[in-house]
C-alpha cells in the first residue's frame, strides 16, 4: 500500500496524485458567451452533478497569471452556461477545447462545431453533444487564491434521440458512450463507458 500525507507535499504533487485517484470524472463542456457576444468552450472534470436542487459544480482554477479563465470571466459577465457531456466520437474535439487562447478565439468556430440557440440562457448549446443542460450561475465559493467552486441551477436539459429511453422517460447510458476524465500523466487520461451492470430495481427518491 503507497501511503501520502497531502500536507507534507507541494501542490503540483497533490493535484497529480489526487486527480490519479479520483477516477472516472465526468466532463463538463462549457461553453459560455462573452460580453461582446463570442462563443467560448472549455472542458472542466472537477465536475459533479448535485441532484438534491437540480444544480451542478464545477471546480474553475486561475491561470499561471492569476487571471479568471474565460469561462469564468463569461460566467460572472452574464452568469449563462450551457454544461454539454460529450460522447467518444466527440472526444479529440473535446480535449481540443482545452487549449489556452486569448478570449477573442472561439472554440466553436475553431473547431467548426455546429450550434443552435438554447430556450432559456444565451450561450448556445452544440449539436452534436449528446447532452445539453442550460444552467445559471448560482453562487461562486472561493476556494483559496487558486481556484473557485461555481453552483449552477440547471434550467433545463437537452437529449440526443437516440440516448433517450421513452417508457422511463430518461436516458439509458447503455446507448450513448460518455467520455470521462483518468489520469492526467501516468497511463491512459481519458475513458470511455465500457462495462455496465444493473443489479436490483433502480430506485428513485
Ligand atoms: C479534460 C480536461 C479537463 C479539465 N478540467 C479542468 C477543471 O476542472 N478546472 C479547470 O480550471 N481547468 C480544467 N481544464 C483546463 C481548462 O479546460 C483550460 O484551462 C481551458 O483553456 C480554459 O478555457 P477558457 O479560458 O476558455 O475558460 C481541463 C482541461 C481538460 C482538457
Not at 482554477?61 to 469564468?72: F, Q, V, W
Not at 470571466?73 to 466520437?89: G, I, K, S
Not at 437537452?158 to 436516458?171: K, P, V
Request: proline share 8%; net charge negative; aromatic share 4%.
Amino acid at each position: 500500500m503507497i501511503t501520502r500525507e497531502l500536507d507534507a507535499l507541494p501542490k503540483r504533487d497533490v493535484y497529480r496524485i489526487l486527480t490519479s485517484l479520483v477516477i472516472p470524472r465526468p466532463i463538463a463542456w462549457i461553453s459560455t458567451v462573452d460580453a461582446a457576444g463570442r462563443v467560448n468552450l472549455a472542458p472542466f472534470s472537477s465536475f459533479m452533478g448535485v441532484f438534491g436542487p437540480p444544480m451542478l459544480v464545477v471546480t474553475l482554477a486561475r491561470r499561471k497569471d492569476g487571471s479568471l479563465k474565460d469561462t469564468h470571466q463569461n460566467l460572472r459577465t452574464n452568469r449563462e452556461a450551457v454544461v454539454h457531456l460529450a460522447d467518444l466520437p466527440l472526444l479529440e474535439a473535446l480535449h481540443a477545447s482545452g487549449a489556452e487562447v486569448g478570449p477573442e478565439v472561439s472554440e466553436v468556430e475553431r473547431l467548426g462545431l455546429v450550434t443552435a440557440p438554447s430556450l432559456h440562457v444565451a450561450p448556445p448549446r452544440l449539436v452534436a453533444a449528446p447532452v445539453a443542460l442550460e444552467c445559471r450561475l448560482n453562487r461562486e465559493i472561493e476556494l483559496g487564491p487558486a481556484s473557485t467552486l461555481v453552483l449552477l441551477d440547471v434550467l433545463t436539459a437537452h437529449a440526443a434521440d437516440h440516448i433517450w429511453n421513452s417508457e422511463y422517460d430518461c436516458a439509458d447510458a447503455s446507448l450513448w458512450q460518455p467520455i470521462t476524465r483518468l489520469a492526467s500523466v501516468a497511463g491512459p487520461n481519458y475513458g470511455a463507458l465500457g462495462q455496465t451492470f444493473k443489479l436490483g430495481a433502480s430506485e428513485l427518491p
